[in-house]
């Protein structure tokens, strides 16, 4: 169910001076829940009403229904859904009996409706851009707070893994020292044994069995 009633006018036609102003004095009745404009598509006018006053209206007010029945036979359409543009310099009331308003009317107020509609989305766009904008500020920012949450804690962490580090330099340092020193240390005892084991041995012609050699001489 659509929350508003329409009135669409033919092309390039408009209400009387008098039809104009009867809308007008019944406007405390509908709550002031109407307004005139034009009809995007096409340009031609229309009003606009709140469908609750419209039909409350309709039903209980003989001369709101005498105006529609009136306007209707004239060729305006009474409409539930319409792309509705509001301007209420649309609204151009004529003299009873005037000629229709010259087409250049309607292709005026067509050309305002899109106009209107440019500025709307360009409105819609620049508002979008700005937007984002601060969305990716805000995202900016707070990924700063985020790292000034964890500065203190990453430095911690820094300065114990630089410690960890330093420790396990030490570590391989000394082992490299200590098998370092081991290694000379075997290698000076293997050659001390291996020189005592050449100045304390047997000399040339002489050995166990020289003196029983001797012996059995004498």
């Known amino acids: 169910m659509s929350a508003y009633r329409y009135v ?28 005139w404009g034009t009809c995007r598509r096409d340009g031609r006018l229309a009003v606009a009403f709140d469908a609750g006053a419209f039909d409350h209206l309709r039903a209980i007010d ?63 766009a620049a508002k979008e851009v700005a937007g984002r904008s601060l969305l990716a500020v805000e995202r900016t920012l707070e990924r700063y707070r985020a790292l000034e949450r964890l500065g203190p804690t990453l430095l911690y962490l820094m300065m114990g893994a630089a410690a960890a580090a330093t420790i ?14 081991e290694g000379g240390r075997q290698q000076a005892i293997e050659r001390v044994i291996g020189e005592g084991a050449v100045d304390g041995g047997p000399s040339a012609g002489q050995g166990p069995a020289g003196p029983l050699r001797a012996a059995g001489r004498e």
Do not use: M
């Not at 001076?17 to 002031?32: F, G």
């Not at 305006?76 to 229709?100: I, M, N, S, T």
């Not at 396990?168 to 020193?181: E, F, K, T």
């Open 8 to 35: 669409v006018f033919p092309q390039y036609r408009q209400p009387t001076v008098d039809e104009a102003r009867q809308l007008k004095e019944l406007a405390p009745a509908l709550a002031n829940q109407f307004a």
């Open 62 to 124: 003989l001369e709101f229904a005498a105006l529609l029945r009136r306007w209707e036979s004239r060729g305006c359409e009474l409409v539930d859904h319409l792309a509705f543009v509001k301007d209420a310099e649309a609204l151009r009331p004529v003299a009873a009996g005037q000629p229709a308003a010259h087409a250049n009317d309607g292709r005026e107020s067509a050309a305002r409706a899109r106009r209107e509609q440019s500025l709307a989305a360009k409105h819609l």
């Open 168 to 181: 396990l330099a030490g570590l391989y340092v000394r082992g490299r020292l200590q098998a370092s020193i």
